[in-house]
């Protein structure tokens, strides 16, 4: 490829760094940002605190799992874009693996009573933890009239329609601009993230629960 | 197939905001419309998609490639769902700073934020009580309800962590199924 043997190395340290860090997300990103944060800023020492922080909320505002994206900010900060393909490689492996084994099992056992049962079983707490995610990302997303009448409105449209919720996330973007705008048009003072908001980095980067 | 795979996944990818509970409602879309799977395959899928680390959705991803079309399946869905968060950080990592304080940039996301949080209640509620259920409370319905308070209960209270919820339900499930 042509790569320095040094770049190889730093390549293959972010690789293994996030191989290691990749089973511990359980849950989702949740429990995984303060492994990121002691393997990068504390234990390898590759960035400062600041520089972690500024990552974690550019994080969340960039489509996916805010693990993934953190593991692809700190690969291409190290060692460019082949540093975030790598990091990116080691973050997803071990999940990719585990899931692969889980529907083997899945396959193999469906038919099983007891595994049947016990499937149901996490489908319920399955659905418990999409509501908690909801109850978070709700704290941050609704604060003022527009933002409420949002989410009713693509709530009622994905009930009662049969709308590919790929234009919902399209539209809800067109109406957040169209809304802040107008209000600027009108003189209105608007406020685009919740009041507190930058003092509570909870409520700021929801999305790490996610 | 694994060119329809990677292509629909990328699709989802790209407008995976807020971590991918919100994109479940689009892999149902596209699973149903594609005829993947059939719904109590994909109730499972998701299930099973929730028990592994990482981002649900990709994980789903990672099934329903691997359902479909095999490992190479698994492989073309999973980077589909990944690439558009590769190539987003990298477009981020350049930009980020005149973005940052643009009001088109945030205006999007106030926009955004809203919508993500009803299309999670909807994957909530989709998932959860209207797949396939004929409308009646059955012993499964309450069951399920029972095990889902009992969850939301332990991780809003105690913050029991979510794996800890998920191992607990599976065992409940099997007394009460």
């Not at chain 1, 949002?150 to 790929?166: E, G, K």
């Not at chain 2, 059939?38 to 899928?45: K, P, Q, R």
């Not at chain 2, 029991?160 to 009460?176: D, E, F, K, W, Y």
Request: glycine share 10%; net charge neutral.
């Amino acid at each position: 490829m042509g790569l320095p043997i040094d770049t190889i190395k730093e390549l293959g340290r972010l690789f293994w760094t996030f191989l290691k860090v990749g089973p511990s997300s359980f849950g989702g990103g949740y429990a995984m940002m303060p492994v990121i944060e002691r393997e990068c800023v504390e234990k390898r020492q590759w960035l400062k605190e600041e520089e972690m922080a500024e990552i974690l909320s550019l994080a969340s505002t960039a489509p996916g799992g805010v693990g993934v994206n953190t593991a692809a900010f700190v690969g291409y900060r190290k060692a460019g874009i082949w540093g975030a393909v790598a990091a990116i490689a080691g973050m997803t492996l071990p999940t990719f693996v585990i899931v692969i084994m889980l529907s083997l099992a899945y396959l193999t056992w469906r038919d099983e009573p007891k595994v049947a049962a016990a499937l149901k079983g996490v489908h319920a707490a399955v659905i418990a933890l999409i509501l908690m995610a909801a109850y978070r990302m709700a704290k941050a997303a609704i604060f003022d009239v527009a933002t409420t009448c949002v989410t009713v409105a693509a709530l009622l449209l994905l009930i009662m329609t049969d709308i590919n919720p790929f234009y919902v996330i399209l539209l809800g973007a067109a109406v957040g601009i169209i809304v802040v705008k107008g209000k600027q048009w009108f003189g209105i003072e608007v406020s685009t993230e919740r009041k507190g908001a930058a003092t509570s980095p909870q409520l700021l980067e929801p999305e790490y629960f996610i | 197939m694994l060119w329809e795979l990677f292509i629909t996944f990328l699709k989802i990818g790209i407008v995976s905001f807020g971590g991918g509970y919100a994109v479940i409602p689009l892999i149902e879309y596209e699973v149903s419309s594609h005829g993947w799977l059939n719904a109590s395959e994909y109730e499972d899928a998701i299930s099973i998609a929730g028990m592994a680390p990482g981002p649900i959705a990709t994980n789903s991803a990672t099934l329903i490639g691997y359902k479909t079309a095999g490992l190479g399946g698994a492989l073309m869905s999973t980077i589909g769902m990944i690439l558009p968060s590769l190539l987003a950080v990298i477009l981020l990592a350049a930009v980020f700073y005149r973005l940052k304080w643009s009001i088109w940039f945030r205006s999007t996301f106030y926009g955004l934020r809203p919508i993500v949080t009803g299309l999670i209640l909807y994957a909530a509620i989709h998932f959860g009580f209207l797949n396939g259920k004929e409308g009646a409370i059955t012993w499964a319905t309450c069951a399920t309800l029972a095990i889902c308070a009992g969850s939301l209960y332990a991780m809003y209270k105690y913050k029991l962590h979510p794996i800890a919820v998920i191992a607990a339900s599976g065992a409940v499930g099997i007394i009460l199924f």
